[in-house]
């Protein structure tokens, strides 16, 4: 059985969307991070780096999401399409969303919900390149209902937990009805919509929020 260590991270969710998605036999194990569960002697042993998500399956120890994803989607024989050249194409989505993707939208997040004095200017630029990064995707979903290819497959979800949370970033998709389309079906989905809903379960964390 594959044991899950995460926490309600866009990195988490896209983790747990493919096991769910897969039916891959798993187990989650909830790590708290704001309380420094990552710090932890036992879980360094696994991850020195102290970052979640990290999987255990045998003797198999691996940290970083899309690595993961690249794992999983071949040990369940699904989700990186019939070729060598649809394999390739759908790892482009998880390098682009690793590189282009992730770093803008986190540093939207950073500056407008954890930095302790706020930047404007910061936040503004980022959030134009995050909006960049949007339109980029819209043109690509031109025609189509997949990142890549007929089918549903890692590169969606990769790059939808992002997507997922532009509402909180303060990011429009009005511009972007291809997006928006895609969204609203993987979002649809039943694995991930039952992903969303358990992240949206404090109880799995024990986490209160701030005003209780």
Same mark, same amino acid.
């Given at each position: 059985?594959?044991?899950?260590?995460?926490?309600?991270?866009?990195?988490?969710?896209?983790?747990?969307?493919?096991?769910?998605?897969?039916?891959?036999?798993?187990?989650?194990? +909830?790590?708290?991070?704001?309380? %420094?569960?990552?710090?932890?002697?036992?879980?360094?042993?696994?991850?020195?780096?102290?970052?979640?998500?990290?999987?255990?399956? %045998?003797?198999?120890?691996?940290?970083?999401?899309?690595?993961?994803?690249?794992?999983?989607?071949?040990?369940?024989?699904?989700?990186?399409?019939?070729?060598?050249?649809?394999?390739?194409?759908?790892?482009?989505?998880?390098?682009?969303?690793?590189?282009?993707?992730? +770093? &803008?939208?986190?540093?939207?997040?950073?500056?407008?919900?954890?930095?302790?004095?706020?930047?404007?200017?910061?936040?503004?630029?980022?959030?134009?390149?995050?909006?960049?990064?949007?339109?980029?995707?819209?043109?690509?979903?031109?025609? *189509?209902?997949?990142?890549?290819?007929?089918?549903?497959?890692?590169?969606?979800?990769?790059?939808?937990?992002?997507?997922?949370? &532009?509402?909180?970033?303060?990011?429009?998709?009005?511009?972007?009805?291809?997006?928006?389309?895609?969204?609203?079906?993987?979002?649809? *989905? +039943?694995?991930?919509?039952?992903?969303?809903?358990?992240?949206?379960?404090?109880?799995?964390?024990?986490?209160?929020?701030?005003?209780?």
């Amino acid at each position: 059985m594959i044991k899950l260590y995460a926490y309600n991270t866009i990195n988490s969710l896209k983790v747990l969307m493919v096991l769910l998605e897969t039916g891959l036999e798993h187990e989650f194990i +909830p790590l708290n991070i704001r309380q %420094g569960e990552q710090h932890s002697p036992e879980f360094r042993a696994l991850n020195p780096v102290g970052k979640v998500p990290v999987i255990v399956d %045998g003797d198999l120890v691996l940290a970083e999401s899309n690595a993961i994803l690249l794992y999983l989607a071949q040990k369940a024989e699904w989700g990186l399409g019939q070729s060598a050249d649809d394999a390739a194409q759908i790892n482009f989505w998880l390098f682009y969303q690793a590189s282009s993707q992730s +770093p &803008y939208f986190g540093q939207v997040e950073y500056w407008s919900a954890i930095a302790k004095k706020p930047n404007p200017d910061a936040l503004a630029q980022y959030k134009a390149i995050a909006h960049k990064s949007i339109a980029y995707l819209n043109d690509e979903l031109e025609g *189509r209902n997949y990142l890549y290819g007929d089918d549903y497959s890692i590169a969606d979800i990769a790059l939808f937990p992002w997507i997922n949370d &532009y509402g909180h970033l303060g990011l429009s998709l009005e511009d972007a009805p291809n997006v928006a389309r895609w969204w609203k079906a993987v979002k649809a *989905r +039943p694995a991930t919509s039952k992903a969303c809903r358990f992240f949206d379960d404090r109880s799995v964390f024990k986490t209160k929020k701030p005003t209780e």
